[in-house]
């Protein structure tokens, strides 16, 4: 009636580790560098928090807004928002839908799509909510800059 319950494979277990872990420890003996796109994902910014995140008003990309104030967006550096709490609040939103990880955005068919494919690897917004302040929409402009986000009520299909 009753099934005996076998024993558990600990060794098998064990040394499927043990190799695990050995060839983890080969790799950093040898000092073999990573590769190049392997090494710029490892350094790509994610949000690290579920809630509070938003979203760079200019290129899309979604963090975390203390990850916006120590760094500042990493594809929009003139933006300046590293370190500066009203710039974060003028060129960020909370208001987007959706997020696409992109992870190599030249190959990928959704960040050319969300015209984000030259920018870093990262999380990016679908669709964003927000208006630049006019000054700030001046100095991209003279930069030759486009952005994403969209006033309420506009027309989504239309770029600036």
């Known amino acids: 009636r009753y099934l005996p319950l076998l024993p558990k494979k600990k060794t098998t277990q064990h040394k499927s580790k043990m190799m695990d872990d050995d060839r983890y420890d080969d790799d950093e003996e040898e000092g073999e560098p990573l590769p190049p796109k392997v090494e710029e994902l490892a350094q790509a910014p994610v949000p690290t928090a ?59 068919w959704t960040a050319k799509w969300l015209r984000v494919d030259t920018y870093l690897p990262g999380v990016y917004a679908i669709s964003i909510t927000g208006q630049f302040d006019r000054e700030i929409e001046e100095e991209l402009e003279s930069r030759g800059c486009r952005w994403r986000c969209r006033p309420v009520g506009s027309d989504p299909n239309v770029m600036a």
């Open 50 to 108: 579920i809630k509070g995140v938003r979203s760079c008003m200019r290129c899309g990309i979604i963090k975390t807004l203390d990850q916006f104030l120590e760094y500042g967006c990493e594809n929009c550096p003139f933006l300046d928002m590293a370190g500066n709490h009203e710039r974060c609040n003028l060129c960020t939103t909370a208001f987007f839908e959706g997020q696409v990880a992109v992870m190599d955005p030249g190959e990928s």
